[in-house]
């Protein structure tokens, strides 16, 4: 019950930045959306997977697909919140982020009694809590990257119909789209390599081995190339648009089913 409660809670501390982002006036650009409102209403949005973390995880490492679900989102928004301190218009995907930061604490709510693996206790090497920090952050930051990619898409399909839509008009454009994605893909490309550092660090720390190819290292190395591939073609032929978009959706699918897909088939799957 009172996990339940818990979760309840979370969920309905995004609900405020997910009205407000898609009621705003459309025209509003720069940092004229970045009011006292949109901070009160994202401050709070992040807080609220933030307890659910310190509630749940203050004793235990959970590994079940719930728990992922509520790392993946608190990790998620809390980034985000960073992101749009740094940068002018990443404030413009609150839209479409918060809205799907939301569908994925439903699933992490329903998901939240299935059995789950055994939990890990916090007396882990300084190796594994730094890889499982990493592997956290990429996975948020390709997170927003597809998030960013799909606002490109949908303003460049606006464009292209010559019949924006009242979504389209509170979205970055296509130009501040496309290089907030490629500053997040960078980074992301950057975070990656250390996680693969780390995770061979652990790997020879607990097996004497560099590396395991299972099936979650696949998919990361997967994710890794096809960033890798998109970086390498935008600067060198100026890749752009849908072509792009279906990349790092294609890159954000292989993180997903290395990250949560491998809880899912763990914990709902298997059991």
């Known amino acids: ?38 901070w009160l209403t994202l401050s709070i949005a992040a807080t ?15 590994t079940g697909l719930s728990a992922a679900l509520w790392i ?4 998620s928004i809390n980034i985000f919140t960073a992101i749009t301190l740094l940068n002018d218009y990443a404030w413009r995907l609150t839209p479409l982020l918060i809205p799907y930061l939301i569908i994925l604490a439903f699933f992490a ?3 939240q009694h299935m059995p789950e693996a055994r939990p890990l206790t916090y007396d882990l090497s300084s190796w594994i809590r730094i890889h499982i920090l990493i592997s956290v952050t990429t996975y948020a930051f390709v997170t927003i990257a597809a998030v960013s990619a799909l606002a490109a898409f949908l303003q460049e399909r606006s464009l292209k119909l010559k019949y924006p839509t009242n979504l389209s ?3 970055p454009s296509v130009a501040e789209s496309e290089s907030l994605l490629l500053r997040l893909l960078i980074i992301s490309e950057i975070i990656l390599c250390f996680g693969f550092a780390t995770g061979m660090a652990t790997q020879f720390q607990e097996t004497g081995e560099l590396i395991n190819l ?13 960033i890798g591939i998109l970086l390498g073609a935008h600067f060198s032929i100026g890749v752009r648009g849908r072509k792009v978009t279906r990349f790092v959706l294609l890159a954000h699918l292989l993180m997903t089913l290395s990250y949560p897909g491998v809880k899912f088939v763990t914990d ?3 059991n």
């Open 1 to 38: 019950m009172e996990d339940s409660l818990l979760s309840l809670s979370a969920i309905i501390s995004m609900i405020p930045a997910a009205i407000f982002s898609l009621t705003r006036n459309n025209g509003v650009r720069g940092n004229e959306g970045r009011n006292v409102m949109f």
């Open 48 to 62: 609220g997977p933030l307890i659910w973390i310190f509630f749940n995880l203050s004793e235990t490492w959970k």
């Open 72 to 75: 993946t989102i608190a990790a």
């Open 109 to 111: 709510f329903f998901w």
């Open 169 to 171: 008009r509170m979205l």
């Open 214 to 226: 299972d099936h979650k290292t696949i998919l990361s190395l997967g994710a890794f190339g096809v």
């Open 268 to 270: 709902v799957v298997m």
